[in-house]
């Protein structure tokens, strides 16, 4: 744990930038009743039974250091969809940088989406 705090301590380096990421599924609701309009002093009345309307995936970038924030929406979350979105963040978002430093909890699928 200390060595995160570290990483976050140390001065911005626009060459190695520290970006955070985090991914979110998330299930699509939508309405099957219409909610009752909105009066004046009482807040959107909406039922609480809801249509299925499939699933999502949010892979959400934070770099604190500089303030800037990143969100991909994919439809499904494989591991060609991830290590995608983390091509497209080294190629598009941060291209003139010089180091990346990947630390990831699983198998790493970016060999995968390199190879293909």
């Known amino acids: 744990m200390e060595d995160v705090l570290d990483l976050y301590a ?3 380096d626009p060459d190695a930038p520290l970006v955070c990421f985090d991914e979110k599924p998330l299930v699509v609701h939508g309405e099957v009743r ?8 009482s807040p959107q009345r909406s039922d609480y039974e809801y249509e299925r309307l499939g699933t999502a995936n949010l892979f959400v970038f934070v ?3 500089a303030g800037r924030r990143a969100v991909e929406l994919s439809e499904q979350r ?3 969809d ?3 979105t983390i091509r497209w ?4 978002v941060y291209p003139e940088a010089r180091v990346y430093n990947f630390t990831l909890y699983f198998p790493s699928p970016i060999p995968y989406c390199l190879a293909n």
């Open 10 to 12: 140390q001065p911005y």
């Open 34 to 41: 219409e909610p009752l309009p909105v009066k004046p002093g």
């Open 63 to 65: 770099e604190p250091l």
């Open 78 to 80: 494989t591991r060609l």
């Open 82 to 84: 991830f290590a995608q």
């Open 89 to 92: 963040l080294v190629d598009s």
